[in-house]
Structures are given as structure tokens and as C-alpha cells.
């Protein structure tokens, strides 16, 4: 019975590793996806990076995050707190300046 902590400590480890990657990934895919799908004009007039500068910057993370850095690494760690500034400062910006219209 000694050794089967050691297994079952693996396993959720996985599991619990998993769920996290898999929850950076869509943050950071949904920021990338809503900042592409916006008009560029949009970005200055609420006074934040230009569209092109926002695209880098996801893309960047999303892909250092998938690569090289695992769930909980720096690269993982920097494209969540990259997506959710975008998510929580530059969305709501985005959506005040066209009123509210569209799903997004």
C-alpha cells in the first residue's frame, strides 16, 4: 500500500495540469480571436496599443505557451495576464465605443 500514493499523486497531477493548460490555451485563444476581429481604428480611439501591437503580443504568448512553456510556466503565466488585460480593459473599450452592438 506504501507505493500507490506515489501513483495516484501522478495522476492528478496530470489531470490538474492538463485542466490548466487547457484553460490558459482558451483565454488567451479567445483574446486573440476578439482582438482580430475588430476594426483597427478602435484601438486609438480608445487610446491603447494599435491592433497590430495586441495581435503580436497574443500570438506571442499563445504560442510560447503551447511550445515551450507548459501550463504553468513563465511564458503560460504572462499570456494569461496579457489576455485578461486585454479581456477586462481593452474589450470593455471596444464595446463602449460601438455601443454595445455585436456578440462579443
Same mark, same amino acid.
Given at each position: 500500500?506504501? $507505493?500507490?500514493? +506515489?501513483?495516484? $499523486? =501522478?495522476?492528478?497531477?496530470?489531470? #490538474?495540469?492538463?485542466?490548466?493548460? #487547457?484553460?490558459?490555451?482558451?483565454?488567451?485563444?479567445?483574446? /486573440?480571436?476578439?482582438? /482580430?476581429?475588430?476594426? =483597427?481604428? %478602435?484601438?486609438?480611439?480608445?487610446?491603447?496599443?494599435?491592433? @497590430?501591437?495586441?495581435?503580436? #503580443?497574443?500570438?506571442?504568448?499563445?504560442?510560447?505557451?503551447?511550445?515551450?512553456?507548459?501550463?504553468? @510556466?513563465?511564458?503560460?503565466?504572462? %499570456?494569461?495576464?496579457?489576455?485578461?488585460? $486585454?479581456?477586462?480593459?481593452?474589450? +470593455? =473599450? /471596444?464595446?463602449? /465605443?460601438?455601443? =454595445?452592438?455585436?456578440?462579443?
Amino acid at each position: 500500500m506504501a $507505493y500507490s500514493a +506515489p501513483i495516484f $499523486y =501522478g495522476v492528478v497531477l496530470f489531470y #490538474i495540469d492538463t485542466i490548466i493548460m #487547457i484553460f490558459s490555451v482558451v483565454i488567451q485563444a479567445v483574446a /486573440l480571436i476578439h482582438c /482580430l476581429t475588430q476594426r =483597427g481604428d %478602435g484601438f486609438q480611439a480608445i487610446g491603447t496599443l494599435p491592433k @497590430g501591437a495586441w495581435a503580436a #503580443i497574443l500570438a506571442v504568448c499563445i504560442v510560447l505557451t503551447l511550445l515551450v512553456s507548459g501550463s504553468i @510556466g513563465i511564458f503560460s503565466l504572462i %499570456g494569461i495576464g496579457a489576455a485578461l488585460v $486585454y479581456l477586462l480593459d481593452v474589450r +470593455p =473599450g /471596444l464595446k463602449d /465605443l460601438s455601443d =454595445g452592438k455585436g456578440f462579443w
